[in-house]
């Protein structure tokens, strides 16, 4: 079986120096880096963006880090709305503005070697008169961006989001369906979401979506609670479904995704790896007689 690839995201150690983040997560013995991109960081939308990549990118050359880039940071755009403005604003300049972080992602990716580009859809307005009005924006607005992403050689990974117009695996299937099936286009898949909302268990999700996966996110949670939580405080039970992703052959990186916990992000570091590699080293056929680590 393949050998999974674990990082964490900075979205997680937000009260950390993004050089101190990265020389951590070297430290603790992971294979790299989920980076959003925000203020704290490496800011976007700040000048002199193509300089600060390249040096972002010596530095993960030389702590050995791979890096996928994250554009989930949620004020970056827009001070008082989280995650505004998306690809579903029925204003087309605050979908512009969407899409250019989105384009800026994708340059910055390329930029540092990046495995893949993740997004988002955003939650449908309450103006809108039904959901068919935003695939409609969302399938617009991503077309841009999957064309610069196929220019760059980089997966596009959407991430399905609880609460969000593209939320569930079978609303992945729906854009990909949209979009003629470009070959940029992959999916995020995000671990806990699959607790929270899929009706297939998370190792089942793992398997549907293997030839669509570009990106894994993952943490505990519990079923119908939108909330994510430190491994061993939710319900998922790890051994198979880290049993059935090594088996797809999935080659990126498995980021640690606790965006709620900055405050204690170095002691969460410190404790997800080896978690995650406990719950690796279980047997497949332990794994799937359902014991926890």
């Known amino acids: 079986m393949n050998a999974l690839r674990f990082g964490y995201g900075t979205n997680g150690l937000a009260d950390l120096r993004l050089d101190d983040a990265l020389a951590l997560l070297a430290d603790l013995g992971y294979d790299g880096v989920g980076l959003t991109l925000d203020h704290m960081h490496l800011d976007p939308l700040a000048p002199g963006l193509a300089g600060r990549t390249r040096r972002v990118a010596r530095r993960l050359a030389g702590l050995g880090l791979d890096v996928a880039v994250e554009t989930g940071a949620r004020y970056v755009l827009d001070p008082r709305r989280k995650h505004g403005p998306s690809l579903l604003d029925p204003d087309p300049g605050a979908r512009a503005r969407r899409v250019d972080l989105l384009l800026r992602a994708v340059r910055v990716a390329a930029d540092l070697g990046a495995t893949a580009v993740h997004c988002f859809s955003g939650i449908v307005p309450p103006t809108d008169p039904g959901p068919a009005p935003a695939w409609e924006r969302l399938a617009a607005s991503l077309s841009p961006v999957l064309d610069a992403a196929a220019s760059a050689g980089l997966p596009l ?8 117009l593209l939320a569930s695996l079978a609303d992945f299937h729906h854009l990909r369906r949209l979009l003629g099936d470009p070959p940029a286009l992959g999916l995020t898949l995000d671990i806990g979401h699959c607790q929270c909302l899929e009706p297939l268990p998370p ?33 998922i039970d790890f051994p198979p479904v880290l049993t059935a992703l090594a088996a797809t052959g999935y080659r990126g990186l498995t980021v640690v995704e606790l965006p709620r916990h900055s405050h204690a992000g170095p002691h969460h570091a410190a404790t997800s790896l080896p978690f995650l590699r406990r719950a690796t080293a279980r047997t497949p056929a332990t794994a799937h007689e359902g014991s926890t680590p």
């Open 203 to 235: 190792a089942d999700c793992v398997r549907a979506a293997a030839p669509w996966l570009r990106h894994v996110q993952i943490e505990d949670m519990r079923r119908g609670v939108h909330d994510h939580l430190p491994f061993g405080e939710g319900e």
């Open 157 to 164: 990974a959407v991430e399905p989001e609880p609460g969000h």
